[in-house]
């Protein structure tokens, strides 16, 4: 008689890396829009003080969110405090494009939506949703901008052209660098450009000021990672011949084909996150 198959292992990750934690930061946004096209994007939880307390929010772009009819957050399971690697939490929202808080002022791309509502719909199913937050503590404030070279390594994470580890539910971690200085804002708004290769899907995507736990200290910041903004645009070489920037759609195939992209992303900095949790906060006193 031949023995019986071993079971399956799940496998393990430690989460005992700055790195690590920020693969369970974000979370894949699977949509389908009116006209029938599906797409995906990313989104990422971050945690916000305020006073008395403290919550969570799942932030991407509000153009990733904008005419959706339907759409879903795909999390991954927790247990015992741990992530269940390969387990898959989806959770569908009702009225999906009415569902998220929208930046007050229409030119920023930003968009939330309260983590709690999720959990307790997670919570009803019988799971609980692992995640490792951004504290926006963590944002990459004028001073220290200012400290900073023009030239500094970027990392961001997410999910771009739908590629993911579909087995483990992990997202795509991709480098890159600043190829504007972060001390001053691209065209005078609140953005500034990275050099790295940005495509449909990463928008919403978190992007940080990546300093290695193994480096040495620069420019008086220290070994840190620093919460620099959300990946909202990439530049594409128009018909007139000249760069132009366009909000990196949710759809797959939804720059043509023959576009010339430009390796260059449009990144809102993370000022506008926190000005975006404190009009939610106001409209919404926790």
């Not at 609980?128 to 500094?152: F, G, M, N, V």
């Not at 576009?259 to 449009?266: A, C, H, K, W």
């Amino acid at each position: 008689m031949r023995p019986a198959p071993p079971a399956a292992v799940r496998p393990r990750l430690r989460v005992d890396s700055t790195a690590k934690r920020l693969l369970f930061a974000t979370v894949r946004v699977d949509t389908e829009l009116e006209d029938g096209s599906r797409g995906s994007g990313t989104a990422f939880v971050v945690r916000h003080a305020y006073p008395g307390g403290s919550a969570c929010y799942v932030v991407s772009n509000r153009h990733l969110v904008e005419g959706v009819r339907r759409g879903g957050l795909v999390f991954t399971r927790a247990e015992d405090g741990e992530p269940r690697i390969g387990a898959r939490v989806e959770l569908a929202i009702e009225d999906f494009a009415q569902a998220w808080f929208l930046h007050p002022d229409p030119a920023v791309d930003l968009a939330l939506v309260p983590l709690r509502p999720l959990e307790q719909a997670a919570q009803a199913q019988g799971v609980r949703l692992y995640y490792s937050p951004i504290d926006t503590r963590l944002a990459l404030d004028a001073a220290t901008a200012a400290r900073l070279d023009a030239l500094e390594d970027v990392l961001f994470v997410g999910y771009p052209s739908g590629v993911w580890d579909q087995t483990n539910l992990m997202p795509i971690l991709r480098r890159g660098t600043t190829a504007t200085p972060l001390a001053l804002d691209f065209e005078g708004r609140p953005e500034f450009l990275v050099d790295a290769a940005v495509f449909p899907g990463s928008s919403g995507s978190p992007v940080f000021v990546h300093q290695p736990e193994t480096a040495p200290a620069m420019h008086g910041v220290g070994r840190q990672i620093h919460f620099a903004g959300v990946v909202a645009a990439v530049f594409f070489r128009a018909d007139s011949g000249l760069p132009v920037p366009a909000p990196v759609p949710a759809q797959h195939g939804g720059l043509a084909a023959a576009t010339e992209m430009l390796d260059l992303g449009l990144v809102i900095k993370a000022d506008a996150v926190l000005g975006l949790l404190a009009a939610y906060l106001r409209q919404y006193p926790p």
